[in-house]
């Protein structure tokens, strides 16, 4: 019987490569390394591992069975509605937690120590004093209480934050005093110190902090995005910044990545940008290739996948 080909098609395929050859050593792994191999391939494929596959090429992939997402977001592929039916769709989300929400910590302690504030002071040589607040008693937002968010909420939780939400369809979550719907959205944003944005960019979340939602926001308030930059209006969020209508923002991910350098949010010093890096650490890939290699015996027996996308609901 031949083995089972995984196709991979990621800007850099190395430590995938490196993962699924120690966990799936009887499958046969390929690289495509630009977008003409996947094209060329597609037709082949059965089973690929992608992370920003071409658009609106998928009606050729007549072999397909399973689409392995590599990040958890899944922006960069649906909608496709080229897709044929029967294709099962997974993403990475579940492997992220930890470090993201140590990353969500570091910003919100950034703001909340002032720490640009001390290495700007110590690049002059200037000893100068400033009062710092404390994070116990502040209400810590999270839009999105998914994998990540829960995550993030019980790191909150930990430093007597207290915290609330956002979740699509609300479930009680540990430590979360009220899940709300998004259409209260805006009640969470008025309450909180610190909002952080862990939702998926779909078609109901594209332009959600949109400048009455930022309005929303207490002055004093610091907004985290470490999910999608198409989730928050740029233009009114630098406006914000600018005119300290709100205190501050880190910002992992912009509309336009790289973030072109004529944008203004560059240039604002109460603004934190780093260049879409939170969701990456060591031993990533190992975390993928054992999603992928638990998906490809459930695509055998017929069970669920772990971390089926739905693609109706765009997440
Ligand atoms: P999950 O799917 O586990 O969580 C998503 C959460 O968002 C769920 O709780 C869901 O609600 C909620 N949600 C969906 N739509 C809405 C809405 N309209 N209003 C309110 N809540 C909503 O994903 P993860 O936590 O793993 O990841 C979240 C996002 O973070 C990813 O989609 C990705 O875009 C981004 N990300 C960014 C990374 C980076 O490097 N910067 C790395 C990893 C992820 P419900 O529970 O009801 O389904």
Redesign the pocket.
Known sequence: MNALRIHIHHESPDAFVASLEKRLPDCELVCWRSDEDFLRGLPEAEVILAHRPPRGQWARASRLRLLQMS?????TLLPAPDLLPGVRIA???????AH?SEFALAMILAFEKRLPTWREHQQKREWVYHGMGTLAGKTLGI?????????VARVGGALGMRVI???????PVDGVESV???ER?ADVLRQSDFVV??????A??RG?LNADMLACLPRHAVLVN???GGIVDEAALAGALRERRLRGAAL??FEREPLPAESPLWDLPNAILTP?????FPGYADGVAEILGENLARLETGEPLR?EVDPA???
Do not use: C, F
């Open positions: 990040g958890a977001g899944v922006d993403n990475a989300r579940g492997i992220h937690g993201m839009l999105g209480l998914g994998a990540i968010g829960r995550e939400g956002t979740q699509r369809t609300p479930k709300l719907p998004p959205t944005v862990l939702l998926p960019l779909t109901e979340t959600l470490l999910a999608r992992d991910v879409h890096v939170s969701g990456w971390n609901r765009g997440y």
